[in-house]
């Protein structure tokens, strides 16, 4: 090995954030994922696509230690995944919100700085939440109601209650599923600039053309990617899933 090599796999070692290895997991006998291994460092933008029911949500939940796998490993910075779970925001694919809950845009994000010691908020919680507020520009909404929100507003308060708690790494599960093509727009643009290891799930393949540097495919297995850009090139775009499946099958890196 060159010195070169060398120190690009040093490199690639301490950049590691997340390590997935032979990660099986089933709902009783229903096998869900099989034989998973995947890496992601720091600074990932990685999407995971497929089909509904491919095992996505189970991944995330795997990811935040919400489930036990069945067999096979996951580490965060080195760490089992409920050490690592102060280093994560999470976005859910679905929010039990009572629309007519009385609390308001600014508690809900002021309930991202919530620790389980915690017993009250600081004017460090409190100056971090209204910057937020403003760099998701909703400052402007903070004493609506969430059912006086919009499927997009809603989800930039969920999105920044998720950053109020500085994670390292962000997971997003299908961010812009419910909502409108104009705000699916506005969510990817504040995703793009968000300088953090972010993981994003969706079954739109829409997600490839925003800015993503890796792409997995997962249905059962996992395929990862990670020349995203030559992927897109070639299909001017118009990508089938099961063209872009075989093209990830036959150029994925590992599985
Ligand atoms: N709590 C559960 N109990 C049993 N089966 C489940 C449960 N949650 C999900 N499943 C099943 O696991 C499979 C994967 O589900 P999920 O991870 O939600 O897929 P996706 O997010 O890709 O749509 C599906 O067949 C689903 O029906
Ligand atoms: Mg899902």
Not at 67 to 78: E, N, V
Not at 89 to 106: E, K, R, T
Request: overall charge positive; aromatic content about 8%; charged content about 25%.
């Amino acid at each position: 090995m060159t010195g070169i090599q060398t120190l690009w796999r040093l490199q690639k070692v301490l950049k590691k954030q997340i390590e997935v290895q032979n990660l099986c997991f089933r709902y009783k006998s229903h096998e869900v994922l099989k034989d998973i291994n995947l890496n992601i460092y720091k600074g990932d933008y990685l999407a995971i696509i497929g089909p509904n029911g491919g095992g996505k949500t189970t991944f995330t939940k795997l990811l935040l230690g919400l489930l036990k796998p069945t067999k096979g490993s996951i580490k965060i910075f080195d760490k089992s995944v409920i050490e690592a779970r102060k280093e994560i925001g999470y976005l859910p694919q679905y929010i039990n919100f009572n629309m007519d809950m009385p609390i308001n845009v600014y508690d809900i994000v002021l309930q991202g700085r919530l620790e389980p010691t915690k017993l009250f908020y600081t004017t460090k919680d409190k100056e971090i939440v209204h910057k937020q507020l403003k760099k998701m520009n909703i400052l402007d909404l903070k004493h609506r109601k969430i059912k006086e929100l919009s499927g997009g507003q809603r989800q930039r308060v969920l999105l920044a209650r998720a950053l109020v708690k500085e994670p390292k790494i962000l997971i997003l599960d299908e961010p812009t599923a419910s909502i409108d093509p104009e705000g699916q727009k506005d969510i990817y643009a504040l995703l793009k600039r968000l300088p953090l290891t972010k993981i994003i799930v969706s079954h739109d393949i829409q997600v490839l053309f925003e800015g993503v540097n890796r792409v997995a495919h997962i249905n059962k297995k996992l395929y990862i990617h990670e020349d995203i850009e030559t992927t897109i090139q070639r299909g001017d775009g118009h990508f089938c899933e099961m063209e872009l499946l075989d093209y990830i099958k036959s150029h994925s890196c590992s599985s």
